[in-house]
């Protein structure tokens, strides 16, 4: 299937590992031509050439931590001069500290909705201006499974997710008839980096190896008794990004393995 976004330009915050990478690889495995960022210089370049070596087609790294608003000005300002207005904006960034209410003071939330939801409604903001003006464009906001089920003691990530989401379906019917799309895919468990780490936190609390702990967490992790890949997620995210999907605006599209329980 011919999914129509050979040569589109498309940025992914937060690209070089873990889900970010995954929606990096899928895009440009599709010929969009695609910038990644992330805080880290030396990884979210050789993440770009791996890519690019893999795929064919161009990709270019920058630096910009997503809890930065100034940081972010300059990753767009950025792309722009280097690759053009991008057509396709897929916004991530790393999550949150866990917590929970009792643990989790008051001054937590204002770095945390910077990141986690701010980053995403400051790019929804420096791009749509453009993509209206060429009637296409695609944007998805990376969330969490948490706003249909919100995750105990992430008290920080499910008031930034709800948050996101709320704002996403606004802009999403605000400019459905401009040809941009705004959509939010949500995250069960994805085998990255960042799920590893929890894993090892949780190893650690109940006195388990960390190859323990998987094998027992994979158990009850959802129906299919394994997580979900990178690659997986990158396809889903990429399909909400193909001329195919022009008629979806303002969704939640879970990625989960069946592990919500409920019927919407
Ligand atoms: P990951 O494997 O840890 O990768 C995180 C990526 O984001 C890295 O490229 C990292 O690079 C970059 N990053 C982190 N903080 C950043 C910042 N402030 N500014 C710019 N880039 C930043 O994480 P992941 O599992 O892919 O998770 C991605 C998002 O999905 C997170 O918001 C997470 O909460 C959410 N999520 C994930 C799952 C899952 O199963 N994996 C489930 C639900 C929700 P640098 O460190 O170099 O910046």
New binding site residues.
């Given amino acids: 299937m011919d999914f129509g976004i050979q040569g589109k330009i498309a940025l992914v ?10 929606c990096a690889e899928a895009l440009s495995a599709e010929g969009a031509r695609v910038a ?5 210089t030396a ?2 370049e050789r ?1 770009a050439q791996e890519i690019a070596a893999k795929t064919g087609h161009e990709v270019l790294a920058f630096t ?5 608003p100034g ?1 972010i000005d300059r990753l767009l300002a950025s792309v722009r001069e280097a690759m053009g207005d991008p057509d396709i904006l897929v916004c ?5 500290p866990p917590g929970d209410f009792a643990s989790t003071g008051l001054d937590a939330f204002g770095p945390a909705l910077e ?2 939801l701010m ?1 995403s409604v400051r790019l929804t903001y420096g791009c749509v201006s453009a993509m209206k003006e060429k009637g296409w464009g695609r944007i998805v906001m ?5 706003v249909r089920q919100p ?1 105990p003691y992430l008290i920080l ?1 499910n008031t930034a ?1 709800a948050g996101l989401a709320g704002f996403m379906k606004t802009v999403a019917r605000e400019i459905a008839d401009s040809g941009v799309t705004v959509n939010a895919a ?10 590893r ?1 929890t894993a090892v936190k949780r190893a650690e609390a109940a006195g388990r190896t960390l190859e323990e702990e998987m094998t027992e967490s994979l158990k009850t992790i959802n129906p299919m008794k394994r ?2 890949t ?1 690659d997986e997620f990158g396809a889903l995210v990429t399909f909400l990004c193909s001329k195919q999907a022009a008629f979806i605006t303002g969704e939640n599209v879970l990625a989960d393995g069946g592990a919500y329980g409920g019927i919407l």
Avoid: F, W, Y
């Fill in positions: 915050t937060a690209g070089s590992k873990g889900l970010g990478r995954g990644i960022c992330a805080r880290t990884e979210v993440t910009a931590d997503m809890s930065k940081e991530n960034a790393g999550g949150p990141l986690s980053s990376i969330t969490s499974v948490s995750i990530s997710r949500l995250p069960g468990s994805h085998d990255t980096d960042r799920i780490q997580m979900g990178p």
